[in-house]
């Protein structure tokens, strides 16, 4: 089972890792484009929320073509050939954690890439593995 | 599905005509062009939707019914070479972010009520149409074979070919195109498939079956557009199928004015149905059968031919049942993507146990409320494996479950009362229960003999036959003789409501719940008291729930789920589902690039049925004196009814009508009841005309036409003999 995990207590709020991830999949840097969001702390003694995909493949069985499929390595992926855009696996997400945006046909979501954990300064991030 | 079978099935073909056409892309919601093939002399063409089509008639029902109007004359019958089925699709059909996009909405001179029918169905058809190219199909002429259809969006071709050796019924035909249409497995859902089956030959109740395919069940499944016998036509025109083959479906193939506002709207509906459903109306559990019950319990389910409003053996079919012991896969399942309702259920596996597919495991589609309600209470059958059985039959064999049912309860109750006798129905105990008698029917419709036969004719035939042939009483049969315009009434008991007997009543294509289900505001709240209330709810709903119709929508995502912000509305418009209009108003917006205010909702659906009631005027029917409804539908014809709710009738003799019950005889109160009952429906349909724009006869007003912007001439010329 491989899946991002995050301390948000070292979480910074910088961005730099939906920049990231934004990047490598859509050639931009906009977080609204990110596999993963954070969401700032409205007082100094919260810590940043950072919503993530906990690869629990609930969103696979909500999908009406099939198109979401859980690997070996436990990581949930869309096939984008197959998507039909309906944003249903975006509203039973638990954790928020699929994400679309208007420009884009298919929802989007976090492979556990690991390209935000290389790019977090403070360690916020990580993959784990079991 | 044996390769060597689709082989055998595709040798025996014949091309009669292959035409082609451009491929191209559909212009926020339109393609602006519709599809004709005359099957007569297998002409195909391409005709404009011109900007005033658009203004006048929106979509979907709208152009069905101006396409139908141009094709026929006043005197066209329903199995005139002229008269056409028509498939529409409406500018929303085929987005896939909002629940309930994806219906097709037919129309057609119906062979039970020779005026105009509509029905709307799921299933991919119609979102493969329009992604086809096409705005609208309209089939003309009759083909002098057995012909299948194929349209072909992925290279832009249409095929008439003539098909001897298919199958005729559904569940076989379905499968079996396609297999043969689809490139491979993963194609198959590329693929829909408009059928009936070998009852449409016999039957005016024919209806169509609109399929697609179900993934995880790796099956061809099927929708219905039930009501009015367009299945009939269909094989009236010898055609077996009509066949689309799609590309793959992507969410922006409307190409859509403005997404941010279409995603706006599905999410937040999908959120509020992830959220409520299973605390509301479990659709996604248990689909339309979770009103089996409360109907039951609210004195509302239409029992043994509508006399009663439920039974203490209705438990046997509540959705539980069904749920636990037949539905199978337990996971949402809709007829068109992005609809998160999902009320599309089915049972697999299903062994049946009578007809010429006994002992074979098949897919049960359902059961529907209506399918439930009809087979099982209306005919006082409860019994879960009968109402499967029953289901799939009418599904395969193309039978309108709501018109078999309640046809077949009025056989029953005729044969109870010794109206009918086992020697008339060829040895056949047509009574109350008895399940076996109903099966047995329901094959001699498919084969088109006995007694079957005369029931599959529908109740405004039967009741002449009846009269004429075996004497029975002209009064008691037009009491108790559930249809009105000649389409048998759906599965609700409208007895004590009065503004759901008008809600029936006052329909353009007859008693179908889908223009206004008013019972619970009227009978059960009590929040529409007056004339004027209830005229306006009877303005409001049927212009409200057409709107769907020209769009391509299924009503169910309206109010079958109820918004938090329901609770910040008074009574009256919280019957609205304000959150959900607004969702409407932004999706349309989103589709066409047209902001649309409720108000401008209500006046394109106006429009459309204004045409429609004048299209009836125009075919001999649409005036007051057949808006008139059965008693049965008003209230107590017989005694057992009436002492069946007794204490209510007793009630309402002292309090409303102001004459004391003590001392008279049941038949007496019964007099009483039914001269004060046709009274109330008489005012009220004064009131619901005028509120609606019409005369007392029922004839929209031609300053009603112009405040619309209906007063086109060809209109005018029907109703200005008629002001």
Same mark, same amino acid.
């Given at each position: 089972m491989r899946v991002l995990a995050k301390i948000e207590e070292n979480c910074v709020a910088c961005h730099s890792c939906e920049e990231a991830c934004s990047n490598l999949y859509f050639k931009e840097k906009n977080p609204l484009k990110a596999a993963l969001r954070i969401i700032e702390a409205q007082n100094d003694t919260d810590p940043h929320h950072i919503v993530t995909c906990t690869q629990c493949g609930q969103c696979i069985n909500a999908c009406p073509t099939l198109a979401i499929s859980q690997a070996k390595n436990g990581v949930v992926r869309i096939n984008k050939k197959m998507c039909v855009g309906c944003l249903i696996c975006v509203s039973v997400c638990p954790e928020n954690a699929m994400f679309f945006h208007d420009d884009e046909q298919e929802p989007f979501k976090c492979v556990a890439c690991g390209v935000c954990v290389k790019n977090c300064p403070t360690e916020a991030l990580y993959i784990k593995t079991d | 599905?044996?390769?060597?079978?689709?082989?055998?099935?595709?040798?025996?073909?014949?091309?009669?005509?292959? &035409?082609?056409?451009?491929?191209?892309?559909?212009?926020?919601?339109?393609?602006?062009?519709?599809?004709?093939?005359?099957?007569?002399?297998?002409?195909?063409?391409?005709?404009?939707?011109?900007?005033?089509?658009?203004?006048?008639?929106?979509?979907?029902?709208?152009?069905?019914?101006?396409?139908? &109007?141009?094709?026929?004359?006043?005197?066209?019958?329903?199995?005139?070479?002229?008269?056409?089925?028509? /498939?529409?699709?409406?500018? /929303?059909?085929?987005?896939?972010?909002?629940?309930?996009?994806?219906?097709?909405?037919?129309?057609?001179?119906?062979?039970?009520?020779?005026?105009?029918?509509?029905?709307?169905?799921?299933?991919?058809?119609?979102?493969?149409?329009?992604?086809?190219?096409?705005?609208?199909?309209?089939?003309?002429?009759?083909?002098?074979?057995?012909?299948?259809?194929?349209?072909?969006?992925?290279?832009?071709?249409?095929?008439?070919?003539?098909?001897?050796?298919?199958p005729i019924d559904t569940h076989l035909l379905a499968e079996q195109l396609t297999e043969m249409y689809a490139d491979d497995e993963k194609d198959k859902r590329n693929i829909s498939v408009v059928s009936t089956g070998r009852a449409a030959n016999h039957v005016r109740m024919g209806m169509l079956n609109f399929s697609f395919y179900d993934p995880r069940r790796k099956k061809t499944r099927v929708k219905q557009a039930g009501r009015g016998g367009i299945g009939r036509v269909f094989r009236d025109k010898k055609i077996k199928a009509i066949v689309i083959k799609n590309k793959e479906t992507k969410g922006n193939l409307n190409n859509p004015a403005n997404k941010t506002l279409i995603n706006k709207a599905g999410l937040r509906l999908h959120r509020e149905i992830q959220q409520l459903d299973n605390k509301q109306n479990r659709m996604r559990q248990v689909g339309t059968a979770n009103i089996i019950e409360i109907m039951d319990q609210y004195d509302l389910l239409p029992?043994?031919?509508?006399?009663?409003?439920?039974?203490?053996?209705?438990?046997?079919?509540?959705s539980n049942?069904?749920?636990?012991?037949?539905?199978?896969?337990?996971?949402?399942?809709?007829?068109?993507?992005?609809?998160?309702?999902?009320?599309?259920?089915?049972?697999?596996?299903?062994?049946?146990?009578?007809?010429?597919?006994?002992?074979?495991?098949?897919?049960?589609?359902?059961?529907?409320? #209506?399918?439930?309600?009809?087979?099982?209470?209306?005919?006082?059958?409860?019994?879960?494996?009968?109402?499967? #059985?029953?289901?799939?039959?009418?599904?395969?064999?193309?039978?309108d479950i709501i018109s078999f049912a309640t046809s077949t309860a009025f056989a029953m109750e005729c044969y109870e009362k010794g109206i009918l006798n086992s020697e008339i129905t060829g040895g056949i105990e047509l009574k109350f229960g008895n399940s076996a008698a109903v099966l047995q029917i329901l094959h001699q419709m498919a084969r088109g003999e006995g007694f079957g036969v005369i029931i599959g004719q529908g109740i405004h035939r039967m009741k002449k036959i009846f009269i004429e042939k075996y004497g029975a009483d002209h009064n008691f049969v037009n009491d108790i003789g559930m249809e009105q315009k000649?389409?048998?009434?759906?599965?609700? !008991?409208?007895?004590?409501?009065?503004?759901?007997?008008?809600?029936?009543?006052?329909?353009?294509?007859?008693?179908?719940?889908?223009?206004?289900?008013? /019972?619970?505001?009227?009978?059960?709240?009590?929040?529409?008291?007056?004339?004027?209330?209830?005229?306006?709810?009877?303005?409001?709903?049927?212009?409200?729930?057409? &709107?769907?119709?020209?769009?391509?929508?299924?009503?169910?995502?309206?109010?079958?789920?109820?918004?938090?912000?329901?609770?910040?509305?008074?009574?009256?418009?919280?019957?609205?589902?304000?959150?959900?209009?607004?969702?409407?108003?932004?999706?349309?917006?989103?589709?066409?690039?047209?902001?649309?205010?409720?108000?401008?909702?209500?006046?394109?659906?106006?429009?459309?049925?204004?045409?429609?009631?004048?299209?009836?005027?125009?075919?001999?029917?649409?005036?007051?004196?057949?808006?008139?409804?059965?008693?049965?539908?008003?209230?107590?014809?017989?005694?057992?009814?009436?002492?069946?709710?007794?204490?209510?009738?007793?009630?309402?003799?002292?309090?409303?009508?102001?004459?004391?019950?003590?001392?008279?005889?049941?038949?007496?109160?019964?007099?009483?009841?039914?001269?004060?009952?046709?009274?109330?429906?008489?005012?009220?349909?004064?009131?619901?005309? !005028?509120?609606?724009?019409?005369?007392?006869?029922?004839?929209?007003?031609?300053?009603?036409?112009?405040?619309?912007?209906?007063?086109?001439?060809?209109?005018?010329?029907?109703?200005k003999p008629l002001q």
């Open positions: - | 599905m044996e390769n060597e079978t689709i082989q055998k099935l595709k040798e025996a073909r014949t091309l009669l005509a292959e &035409w082609t056409y451009e491929l191209q892309t559909i212009n926020r919601g339109y393609c602006n062009r519709t599809l004709y093939i005359n099957i007569s002399d297998n002409q195909i063409e391409s005709k404009p939707v011109t900007p005033e089509m658009k203004e006048k008639f929106v979509g979907g029902r709208g152009f069905g019914l101006y396409l139908l &109007w141009n094709a026929v004359k006043s005197t066209t019958k329903w199995n005139d070479p002229e008269n056409e089925i028509v /498939i529409g699709t409406g500018p /929303i059909c085929g987005i896939t972010q909002y629940p309930g996009s994806g219906k097709s909405l037919l129309v057609s001179i119906s062979p039970l009520t020779d005026i105009v029918i509509d029905s709307n169905v799921g299933g991919y058809f119609g979102p493969y149409l329009k992604f086809s190219g096409w705005d609208a199909l309209e089939i003309q002429g009759k083909a002098a074979n057995d012909i299948i259809i194929f349209i072909d969006g992925t290279t832009g071709k249409v095929r008439i070919e003539q098909a001897p050796l298919e029992t043994h031919n509508f006399k009663f409003g439920g039974h203490p053996d209705a438990k046997k079919i509540y049942v069904f749920r636990d012991n037949y539905l199978t896969q337990g996971l949402p399942d809709g007829c068109w993507y992005g609809c998160s309702m999902a009320c599309s259920k089915a049972a697999d596996n299903f062994e049946l146990k009578t007809g010429p597919y006994a002992g074979q495991k098949v897919t049960v589609d359902g059961p529907e409320y #209506e399918n439930a309600a009809g087979l099982g209470a209306n005919l006082g059958c409860f019994d879960p494996q009968f109402v499967l #059985e029953a289901n799939f039959y009418c599904d395969t064999y193309g039978i000649g389409l048998e009434y759906s599965e609700y !008991q409208s007895k004590e409501s009065l503004a759901q007997q008008g809600g029936y009543g006052f329909t353009n294509k007859g008693p179908q719940h889908d223009e206004a289900w008013l /019972i619970f505001m009227d009978q059960v709240n009590n929040q529409i008291p007056t004339f004027e209330d209830k005229a306006e709810a009877l303005h409001y709903f049927p212009m409200f729930r057409t &709107w769907f119709g020209l769009m391509g929508l299924c009503k169910l995502p309206w109010n079958d789920i109820t918004p938090a912000s329901n609770k910040n509305y008074p009574p009256s418009e919280a019957a609205k589902v304000p959150e959900h209009v607004e969702n409407y108003c932004w999706v349309y917006e989103g589709v066409t690039g047209e902001k649309l205010t409720p108000e401008k909702l209500i006046l394109q659906s106006e429009r459309v049925y204004n045409f429609q009631k004048i299209f009836n005027i125009r075919l001999g029917k649409g005036l007051r004196e057949h808006d008139a409804v059965p008693y049965r539908a008003m209230g107590p014809v017989t005694e057992e009814e009436y002492l069946s709710r007794e204490e209510r009738y007793d009630k309402q003799m002292k309090e409303l009508i102001g004459v004391d019950p003590t001392g008279k005889t049941v038949v007496e109160k019964i007099a009483i009841t039914r001269k004060y009952r046709m009274e109330q429906y008489e005012k009220l349909m004064d009131a619901v005309y !005028q509120r609606r724009g019409w005369n007392k006869n029922g004839v929209p007003t031609i300053e009603h036409l112009k405040k619309i912007g209906m007063d086109l001439p060809e209109l005018i010329k029907v109703v």
